[in-house]
């Protein structure tokens, strides 16, 4: 007996040590370390063999066995580009008949493909139905209802676009079949969605690892009964697990420069409750920046893929370049990128 607890003690010990060199090394492979670990346990299990039951039971009590958790994950640098409104109805569907939807963001598509991931408003739901506003009045009712051919999924699949923002006020344009069909044809492209969009019961939120980092993307729709408790509920939700929270909001007034007070309380209040990021949309035009307590909020970055082309306000957006260090220690790095909208339907870089 006291042979087997020495074994045991010495085996404890040496783990121990063993355990402690590999944390406070940054030489020494994650696989070396897994080598010893199986050492060591074949080591127990052989010492096993030799013992009674009796000492077989008491040795369980007393034995360590090391395991892999997430500090021996590389955490390395994610950039992230993020977009406004995106609208594939109307106008942007005229024009992408016969040419395809691809050309609508080709003169992105190097930028786009040089990130990990791009994230943008989905302005309206995906269905099969057939379009109301296609050739509708300007301004009358059907000018505002949108649906977006499936195809336009294939399109932000191959430029990076995997993941949308669904909870803004058009997302319920075909009702709550229109909700349930896009999240099928999402899913059925390979992409993901979050947001909220009023429907009871679904997943709002949507975390993603990218190079060992985990990135939670959460919603503020303003549109939706019980907005800021949702957002704040789901902000909540995902701080255990994120090593950064990003929020995407669909807020503020149309058409205006500027922020309201309203928008800038709401956004001090998120960042006060975890969020590390905030991307406006909606406005349908840029509005300003701001940095709150180390964190940067964009109220509105303005049109992404739209057909509003009566204003230089609404024609002129803006897509942010994120950079997340792998060293939690460093600040994100922001580059903005200047957009137009195009009479042909494309979207262009300024320069």
Do not use: C
Not at 139 to 152: A, R, V
Not at 198 to 223: C, H, L, S, W
Not at 231 to 258: C, K, Q, R, S
């Amino acid at each position: 007996m006291k042979t087997v607890i020495s074994v045991i003690l010495t085996i404890f010990v040496l783990t121990g040590v063993l355990a402690y060199f590999v944390v406070s090394s940054s030489y020494v492979p994650v696989t070396h370390f897994t080598e010893e670990v199986s050492a060591l346990q074949e080591i127990i299990a052989e010492s096993e063999d030799h013992q009674t039951d009796t000492a077989d039971e008491t040795s369980d009590k007393y034995i360590f066995t090391p395991t892999m958790s997430n500090e021996f994950v590389q955490k390395t640098d994610v950039t992230i580009v993020f977009g406004g409104d995106m609208m594939f109805d109307r106008y942007i569907r005229q024009m992408s008949n016969g040419k395809g939807y691809d050309h609508i963001i080709e003169d992105l598509s190097l930028l786009l493909n040089a990130a990990d991931l791009t994230v943008a408003n989905l302005e309206g739901p995906v269905t099969e139905n057939e379009s109301r506003s296609l050739y509708s009045e300007i301004g009358s009712h059907d000018n505002y209802i949108f649906t977006f051919d499936p195809l336009i999924l294939t399109t932000l699949e191959k430029n990076k676009a995997m993941l949308v923002n669904i909870g803004n006020n058009h997302i319920g344009n075909f009702g709550a079949d229109g909700i349930v069909d896009t999240k099928k044809f999402v899913r059925e492209a390979r992409l993901n969605y979050f947001g909220d969009t009023g429907t009871p019961d679904e997943r709002r939120y949507y975390v993603k690892e990218i190079n060992g980092q985990k990135i939670a993307f959460v919603n503020y729709n303003a549109f939706v009964q019980n907005a800021v408790a949702n957002t704040l509920l789901d902000i909540e939700t995902v701080a255990p697990d994120a090593d950064h929270i990003i929020l995407y909001t669909h807020w503020g007034e149309e058409y205006i420069t500027h922020s309201r007070e309203h928008e800038q309380v709401l956004a001090h209040q998120f960042i006060d409750a975890g969020v590390d990021l905030i991307i406006g949309s909606h406005p349908h035009v840029v509005q300003e920046n701001e940095t709150y307590k180390g964190k940067m909020i964009y109220y509105s970055l303005g049109n992404f893929v739209f057909d509003q082309y009566f204003s230089e306000d609404t024609r002129n957006g803006l897509m942010v370049k994120v950079l997340l260090p792998g060293n939690e220690a460093k600040d994100l790095v922001f580059e903005e990128i200047p957009i137009v909208l195009n009479t042909t339907g494309q979207t262009k870089l300024v320069n």
